[in-house]
């Protein structure tokens, strides 16, 4: 580990309070103009540090640069996970860069973060809007015997860690859109894109990625105008009374629990969890399907999360694909 990240440790370690400079050089034998520098340089990337003669450095509160030294404290396994994170200032697309990584060797496990996103993609190649101050996080799946018929079980997962994560970190209470969108107070606030590669042979997965972006500290004003009366942040209008890196830290820790093996041999616990937090049952929506589009009232999710349906004549229709609008977010 580099001087620069183990002060960045230090200071996260000792977030809020002030670690002289002399104790950090000492503890890591290095000069004191190298403990300057280097701080110097964690300035120059944003992290907000504040420094008093006699007293020596602190780690403001509210500095919140995303950073493995910052989202390490709230991994619960972390020797397993914290050597699998790769955190970028700005990606094209953490979906892209993480199925580069799978497709390239054995990358399950990873983790791929950056502030900002270029080129962020939702569904059907939508554009995702992906401005610095957000959570874009793709996860590398390395399914063992899981096979093509339960691809949806991944975005239904990642949709349940998402709305825990936030609900542990933030204290707020999300809920889902069928199927991949985060809601909170009637605003999308999140979404999920899932992609995979399937043996062709045996069905099964070689790899899946899961992409999850999340609002997290966004004014409605700074949303693109098409998108300002659906959209929203989990803390739109103040200041956010937690970091991203102990959201991001959270999220980690929920998908590693709800994908692995024993989720997916038993998916029951994955769709239970998800229809608790299912924004869209009971609902007037417009349905999007193989073509179709029809007016309908959501009911609610079967035992697989495929969203049953009653036509306006009706007629119950199952959906295990496509999608549905809510005239309050889409």
């Known amino acids: 580990m580099s001087t620069r990240d183990e002060i960045l440790k230090l200071l996260e370690e000792n977030r809020g309070a002030y670690i002289s400079g002399e104790s950090v050089a000492e503890s890591l034998g290095v000069t004191r103009n190298a403990v300057w520098k280097a701080v110097t340089a964690l300035k120059t990337e944003g992290h907000r540090i504040g420094s008093v003669r006699k007293r020596g450095y602190i780690l403001e509160p509210d500095s919140d640069v995303i950073s493995l030294q910052g989202i ?64 874009y996080i793709s996860f590398i799946i390395k399914p063992e015997d899981i096979y093509g018929d339960k691809a949806h079980l991944f975005t239904l997962a990642a949709a349940v860690a998402s709305c825990e994560a936030i609900e542990e ?28 590669a399937l043996d062709m042979e045996s069905g099964a997965f070689q790899w899946v990625v899961v992409g999850i972006g999340i609002n997290f500290n966004m004014p409605e004003k700074e949303f693109p105008a098409e998108l300002q009366k659906r959209a929203g942040s989990l803390f739109p209008e103040v200041d956010a009374p937690v970091t991203r890196n102990r959201l991001i830290g959270e999220l980690i820790n929920k998908m590693s629990d709800i994908t692995d093996r024993a989720s997916f041999e038993d998916p029951s616990g994955i769709v239970d969890r998800y229809r608790r937090r299912l924004d869209t049952a009971g609902k007037r929506v417009q349905v999007f399907c193989a073509g179709e589009s029809y007016p309908a009232m959501a009911l609610d999710i079967d035992d697989r999360g495929a969203l049953k349906v009653k036509k306006d004549d009706g007629t119950i229709e199952v959906l295990s694909s496509g999608e549905v609008s809510l005239s309050s977010c889409d």
């Open 72 to 135: 390490r404290p709230f991994l619960l396994y972390d020797e397993a996970l914290a050597g699998k994170i790769h955190i970028y200032s700005e990606l094209a697309s953490t979906n892209v860069t993480a199925k580069e990584m799978a497709v390239s060797g054995d990358f399950g496990g990873h983790i791929v973060i950056a502030d900002r996103q270029t080129s962020g993609r939702g569904r059907r190649g939508r554009e995702f809007f992906s401005p610095a101050g957000g959570i």
């Open 169 to 196: 970190a933030a204290g707020l209470t999300p809920g889902i859109k069928w199927i991949n969108d985060i809601l909170l107070h009637g605003r999308k606030v999140g979404g999920i894109l899932t992609e995979s």
